[in-house]
């Protein structure tokens, strides 16, 4: 999956001595005039805005920032030397990134009223510009009553389709616990069957790219054929969300993570090619299956024969078919013989066993 690049937005921190809160490149709080913290975590701004400064977007692409080694101060990503000492930043502790923070803020944020005072507030205010209180959630007393859930339909959905899991578990568990019974052969069957086959007009259907060039092309629909990581030509690209990701700069990226829909021509065709026009079969109940025997007429010839056994073993309460497709396993099954029969807990023959 591809990540695409929609812009730059700057990321907000908040000060850890006055609650206020500033843009992600700012070094000093707004408020108080605090450094911003060597380890602060930036988070979403209530609105995002792109950028459109150069200056700040390079800086953003420049990598996360570091740390100077000998003075801690803040220099960009692509900086050599430290701006306040001069130091080399060679061994300089970059700032954390990478991380996403949440879902792109394009819309504009409804501003807060102050449950003190109703003063509206910026949306982002950690603290009331009228009254100077804190604007946080109250916390839900801890003896607080709460109703009991009602059952939705979704949850009723993942109940039902949880009972389905324990049952099909279930179900798997019980048809692969067998338990052993002798049996014994009583009767035996055999088919043997040989199809003709003729040149003749055969439907189907399939890419355009890959029918044989001799074919009669019928009519032809855009089908989605396969969804690819990277674009390719008249592919149809597909992108998520956009989130906001940690540049370790005080900017935010914000990016899609995009696939591509590559869409072909899925066309019916008519070919000539070699199909089955009849068949000819022969049965029996002994130990001496023959293929049959036919005349073809010109233009004619025998596809591929197919054989099949049953065999029906008694047991002291119940009689199971057996069936195979060997013809050298087939003839060990002589009438009489014993075998041991593998029967599941739902009374299914699951297997035969010679005896020792």
Same mark, same amino acid.
């Given at each position: ?15 850890? $001595?006055?609650? @206020? ?45 570091? $740390? ?92 039902? @389709? ?16 067998? &338990?052993? $019974? ?29 029918? $044989? ?84 007429? &010109? ?6 024969? &197919? ?50």
């Amino acid at each position: 999956m591809a990540r695409k690049t929609i812009g730059y937005v700057k990321l907000a921190w908040t000060c850890p $001595h006055c609650d @206020g809160e500033n843009h992600g490149p700012r070094k000093f709080c707004n408020g108080c005039g605090a450094p911003q913290p060597q380890d602060v975590e930036f988070h979403q701004a209530a609105q995002e805005v792109l950028l459109t400064d150069e200056a700040e977007i390079a800086r953003a692409k420049a990598g996360p920032d570091i $740390h100077c080694p000998y003075c801690r101060a803040r220099n960009p990503g692509d900086a050599s030397f430290c701006s306040a000492c001069g130091g080399s930043l060679e061994s300089g502790e970059a700032r954390p990134s990478g991380a996403v923070l949440g879902a792109y803020r394009k819309d504009k944020q409804l501003d807060i009223e102050c449950p003190s005072c109703a003063t509206l507030n910026p949306a982002n205010a950690h603290t009331c510009a009228g009254c100077g209180d804190s604007l946080a959630k109250p916390k839900p007393a801890s003896r607080e009553i709460k109703e009991p859930k009602k059952r939705t339909p979704v949850g009723i959905a993942l109940g039902i @389709g949880a009972l389905c899991l324990i049952a099909g578990i279930v179900w798997i568990f019980l048809s692969q616990r067998t &338990e052993e $019974h002798i049996g014994t052969v009583e009767d035996v069957a055999w088919m043997r069957s040989i199809p003709i086959e003729a040149l003749v007009d055969i439907e189907d259907e399939g890419w355009m790219d890959e029918i $044989h060039a001799d074919a009669e092309i019928g009519p032809c629909t855009d089908k989605h054929r396969e969804t690819v990581a990277e674009p390719v030509p008249d592919s149809v690209e597909v992108c998520g969300t956009p989130y906001t990701v940690d540049t370790g700069t005080g900017i935010g990226e914000v990016v899609q993570d995009c696939e591509y829909e590559v869409f072909s021509d899925w066309c019916t065709y008519t070919v000539i090619d070699w199909g089955i026009v009849d068949s000819v079969t022969l049965t029996g109940t002994d130990f001496n299956p023959i293929w049959p025997e036919a005349q073809l007429t &010109e233009g004619q010839r025998f596809g591929d024969g &197919e054989e099949r056994f049953e065999i029906t073993l008694a047991t002291d309460d119940d009689t199971y078919t057996y069936t195979i497709y060997d013809s050298v396993v087939f003839i060990q099954f002589q009438q009489g013989t014993t075998w041991i029969l593998n029967i599941n807990s739902f009374g299914q023959l699951v297997s035969v066993d010679k005896p020792e």
